[in-house]
């Protein structure tokens, strides 16, 4: 066995016995080449800042660090047109794409590359000493498709580790569903809150504010805990609700795991067109559980309910709350149902509608502001004043009715039967009757206007157009297509 | 909400609110007395003088005489009460009345004929309309201005202010013709004759005089009435106050069972406002008539001897005085006694319009109605003819059949 190879057992040997403290020094050293690197590149200092890039990557080689090597050099040969660091960047370009084949920034490097190449070329076919203020139209800077690139900026990292490696990622909130598996580096921007969850280790979780500059670094140190049991659950409607125990947090998406205590738990499975499962296990302390929900489903078709003023509108399907306000997409299981929408002063809207499978029914809404009710407030004040009048004269009635009788039954004097009074109370009477006549119209008049749909009613054009789905795979992507047909 | 509902419940809440405006119907129906309002017959001032002209039978019919223009017509009442203008209206005017008097001369003899006396249009003549109240005839015949009238039986016999010394000044008339005139002197045997009021029983004529003394003619001597005529002797008195009987002054004899006078009630006033007297005087006083009772009557106009239910009462009209604060006027019933001739010292029943109206003259004429074969008051105001078809005094109701 000759010295190289005894070298190369040797480091293996080291690598595979590096204890988690050996993990925490390379990413601090990572992590302070970075900040150098940084720095000088700030300062002007491209070829430190891309040796600095360089150790970091040494130190842990995230393929960000490549770019940002390839960013350092590439700004050093814009500032001086030189050639041999558009070279450097176009290599580290190059090895930045080959680590990360699949970065979101794949087209914007590869459109870099060539513009750097295109600069590199036409540099090397500019002759000798025209650069020297021969004034001969030699190049004095980058070129105009250089100057377009604009400004390269280094970019930041996010890193999130766990001891041990292996934790499920949930960012921000678990109803989101796992985010990614530790250890894992990429981009975020802004603050999250980051969890992490692993079988048999108690959770944790921080908030970290994830700097597009800065090398950002988590790492979370998880205890075991004998006591806690695992529950899985998955379904075969992948991101279908899952809650366990109670159904008034926010859901987990499936598949979803998570440390539970022992005991009696109740797990829900539900997804929109699907009937909810619902199921009761019972978990020993520091066992595995499993939950697979098998989730039924009817045909489902789209109901999309859209019109001037429907923000402000609440939508209602077969009595239930279907949208808080719009516009308002959802699927539907196909059948008949009944659409009501409100709006807080316009006409509300009832249409039974029939949903059928692969079909979007789109509601338009033509939304028809109620009517005022002036016009019933008067007939209530006729109503009113014509009732008042009616007692008043009613009781003007009764009273001289009263009084000649008394007169007539004593006699002294009689009252003739030309006696005013009888005229009056007559009067009264006839006036009290239709007083009371005309309060009683003016009353059904009132509650007429009250009730009455004064004006056009809210009314809605309804489409229904068909949605195909269909399988599709591509050199990149896998998934479904549709067509929209109306 | 159900509409048919609503619609029910407001019907519901209207018929149990409604005034039933028939009830004042009903009510006046069943009012004690009834009210026949000036009818259309050219006439502005309604009911000056009435009498009753009703004799029997269901109903009744009473005489009215109306000034501005000078009208006479009817009221005819039927069984139950309601009244309507009868169908004889004359205007006075055509019938040789031009003008009438304060107090318009209209009587009854008691057996469904009436007379109105005035001052013909032609000077020096007197007029007359007179026989069935339905249907009555008019006369003009020669003679000085008529101061009273009375019926004896059939005879209509007229008092009048002689024109001059010697000149006749009572007149006869028998139905559509004047029979005779004649100078009636006083007691005295010299001075003519000057009558407020007078009246006559079977036997005699009795007159109060305008000097307010009182005195009879025999009456067979009066219908003959060709000559003179004189008093009969001891006939004659002088009512102690001197009371010189005015407007309105009527002589009352309230006669027995044959006929013959035993009481005279005067009853009048000496002007207008005041100084109204009634004085009961004994006709058969064995020293010539005596006075049993006086009553102080200021503003008395109107008078009538009235049996209600087998009572006897006198009847006043007071037309200017003042009721509940208003000069409406008032009719007071006092009791009178048939035997001795006494009047109660108040009225047994006062009647006035029960909503008074200032100027209403309630009262300026009264006399009595048969009516459904019953007596029952009628009583004149402005423009009003009153009928009490029950009072105090007369309880029951007189309409057939009654409400």
Known sequence: MNSRVLLAIGIAIAALARPALADDDTLKKAQASFDQAQNDYLAGKFDEAAKEFQDAYAARPFPQFLYNVGAAFHMKGKKSSDVESYGKAVEFYKKYLSEEPNAADKAKVEKAIGVLEAEIKRLKDVPAGAGSGSGSGAPQGPSQEVQSLGEVKVRGLVVIESEPQGATIYLDDTKKGAFATTPWSGSLEGEHKIMLEKKGYRPVDTTLIADPQKLVLYKGGMSQDSYLSWLDVTSNVAGADVFIDDKSVAPRKAPAGTNVPPGKHTVWVSAEGYDEYQTTIDVAPGQNASVKAMLKGSPLGRLDVVGLGIEDSHIMLDGKELCDHGPCIKNVPEGDHTLTVTRPGYKSYTKRITIQQKQETSVKMIQTPSPGRGDAVVAYVLTAVFAGGGIFAGMQASDLHDQLKKEIAAGMPPPDSNDPRFLHGKIYAISADAAFTLAGITALTAIWYTFRDKGPPTRAQIDARAIALQPEVGSTYAGLGMEVHW | ?403
């Open chain 2, 1 to 403: 909400m159900n509409r048919f509902i609503l619609v029910a419940l407001s019907l519901v809440t209207l018929s149990l609110t409604a005034c039933k405006w028939t009830d004042f119907d009903d009510l006046s129906d069943q009012a004690w007395a009834h009210s026949q309002d000036k009818p259309s017959i050219g006439s502005t001032d309604y009911g000056v003088s009435i009498v009753g002209a009703s004799t029997s039978g269901d109903g009744g019919l009473v005489s009215v005489v109306s000034t501005d223009a000078p009208t006479y017509s009817t009221i005819s009442y039927d069984a139950k009460g309601g009244s309507k203008t009868g169908d004889t209206v004359l205007k006075l005017g055509q019938h040789y009345i031009v003008s009438l008097s304060e107090k318009p001369i209209l009587v009854t003899d008691g057996a469904g004929n009436v007379a109105l006396v005035e001052k013909a249009i032609d000077a020096g003549k007197i007029a007359v309309v007179s026989g069935p109240a339905s249907a009555p005839a008019d006369l003009a015949f020669a003679g000085s201005p008529p101061q009273a009238a009375t019926y004896a039986g059939s005879t209509l016999i007229i008092a009048a202010q002689a024109a001059a010394a010697n000149a006749p000044n009572l007149f006869v008339v028998d139905g559509a013709n004047p029979v005779g005139n004649c100078i009636a002197t006083e007691p005295d045997g010299t001075t003519p004759l000057a009558a407020a009021a007078i009246a006559a029983d079977t036997q005699n004529l009795w007159v109060w005089s305008t000097t307010g003394d009182v005195f009879a003619y025999d009456l067979t001597a009066v219908k003959a009435c060709t000559a003179t005529l004189a008093a009969v002797a001891g006939t004659s008195f002088s009512p102690m106050t001197a009371f010189a009987p005015g407007t309105g002054a009527r002589i009352h004899i309230v006669g027995d069972a044959a006929g013959a006078a035993e009481f005279a009630i005067l009853a009048g006033h000496a002007d207008k406002a005041t100084n109204g007297e009634v004085v009961v005087l004994d006709l058969k006083h064995a020293g010539g008539p005596m006075q049993i009772s006086t009553l102080a009557a200021d503003g008395l106009l109107s008078s009538t001897v009235a049996t209600f239910d087998s009572s006897m009462y006198l009847v006043l009209g007071y037309p200017t005085k003042t009721v509940k604060n208003v000069a409406a006027g008032e009719v007071d019933i006092l009791d009178l006694d048939p035997t001795t001739g006494t009047l109660g010292d108040t009225p047994s029943e006062t009647l006035f319009d029960a909503q008074p109206e200032n100027g209403e003259v309630f009262g300026r004429d009264v006399t009595t109605m048969a009516f459904n074969g019953h007596t029952v008051l009628v009583v004149a105001a402005s423009n009003e003819v009153f009928s009490y078809y029950r009072t105090s005094l007369y309880p029951t109701d007189t309409r057939n059949p009654a409400p």
